[in-house]
């Protein structure tokens, strides 16, 4: 089991846990209690160069695997994690300082996409049309690319890495994953389970570190393609570096989520959906809402509600009970959000509920209470940027038309929702607005793992979205035969 103490954690690399050969390390920090609970190698690019060595060395045994034995062992992977799952929710809520109910949920998240992974053998159907000509057949067969590469954010340390190393491995890929720095500990978890379930070593493997581990996966002639999820400028660089070295790379980047109200919409529902949308995690997830459009009939009504249960969540450390809003996820980027808070005011913003005042959680973790602001308009920092964290703007408009010409004016175009219960305005919305993930009367529309995960514009650089057909796409190549037999 993960030993949550000062140690340093190790690498893992065929199979073995190797010290890094850097002796550059970080603090990894308890956000709600602002305790250290690990150190974390800061990798170099020598340590890149031993795991994708590795890794393409298990490569060409891996892809001999037959495909049933590969999606066997994942079926026992899924187990070990439901067995584990506590175990698992608790490491992210430590580590990641969400409550432990939504770390419990995003554990939840992780499994489906194993589940979806396991059925391999049915995704990995080629197909064949006989007599394409008089005594000429063609068909389609799928094979795997090589060593992926594996980059993720703080923010899922079970959910983001699990969309990527299931489907890479079940499809006869072998995978080396840079976790983030500042979440470590599961992903190191996960692979003492994979071993447990019997994957052969050096199928899957991890480079603990920074930028240099990225560039060192980014520059690797034998790594085939890279999966990228994280901020947008370190997207866009990982996008142009990877592609420039003829490398797939499918980079899902930062996001600024939109909602509209509409006047026909369920206030109550549209209210919580929002909440929980905006200050869940801290709002601190790529499909957080960060942004209401509401019409101005309602607008008045929908705000008291949402101070009202905003002023009910109850702020603290994601391990009590109860605890709805953990802390961000280290001081500095307290500090940035505070920045912002000052910023929408500065700016003219009207602040609603002042979530800097909710700083009475005893202890040194980083917390910042719900933030709402009225009044926002789109040339305000805080309705442009994202701030990532439990600070919401609110934007009165006269009608559908005008919220989706606001939120179409936005670089990025993660998700957006609508609340109403017009179903021609629903088409409406789906037709003009931009973004990948769109929800109806819901708040957060992350699709599960058989569908495409990924937005629009500055929110994603590629072609192939994460999960669904489209991982299966990303992490296989073609082959087609046309044969004559007469
Ligand atoms: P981040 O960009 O700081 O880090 C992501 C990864 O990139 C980490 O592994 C990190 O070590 C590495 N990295 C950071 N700076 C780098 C640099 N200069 N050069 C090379 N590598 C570098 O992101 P984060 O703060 O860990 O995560 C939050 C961000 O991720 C938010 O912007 C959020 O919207 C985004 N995100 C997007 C999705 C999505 O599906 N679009 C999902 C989850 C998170």
Redesign the pocket.
Known sequence: MTQINEGTLQNYIGGEWVDAKSSDIEPVYNPATGEVIAHVPISSQEDVEEAVKTANEAFQEWKEVPVPKRARILFKFQQLLVDHWDELAEIVTIENGKSFKEAYGEVQRGIENVEFASGAPTLMMGEQLPSIAAGLDSGVYRYPIGVIGG??????PMM?PAWMFPMAIVTGNTFVL?????TPLLANRLAELLEEAGLPKGVFNIVH???DV??GLLDHKEVAAIS????????E??YKRGTENLKRVQA????KNHSIVLKDANIDNAATQILNAAFGSAG???MAASVVAVEEDVADEFIDMLKGKADDIRIGNGLEEGVFLGPV?RENHKERTLNYIETGEKEGAVLIRDGRKDETVEGNGYFVGPTIFDGVTTEMKIWQD?I?APVLSIARVKDLQEAVTLTNQSRFA?GACIFTKDGGKVRQFRETIDAGMLGVNIGVPAPMAFFP???WKD??YGDLH?NGKDGLEFYTRKKVLTSRWV
């Open positions: 980059i993720t954010p703080f923010n899922f983001v840079k976790p983030s720095e500042r570190g920074a930028h990225v560039n990228f999820v994280g901020s947008q400028p370190v997207a660089y990982v899902l980047a930062g996001a601190e997830r790529c996820i994202e990532f993660n995960f990924s937005g929110s994603f994460a």
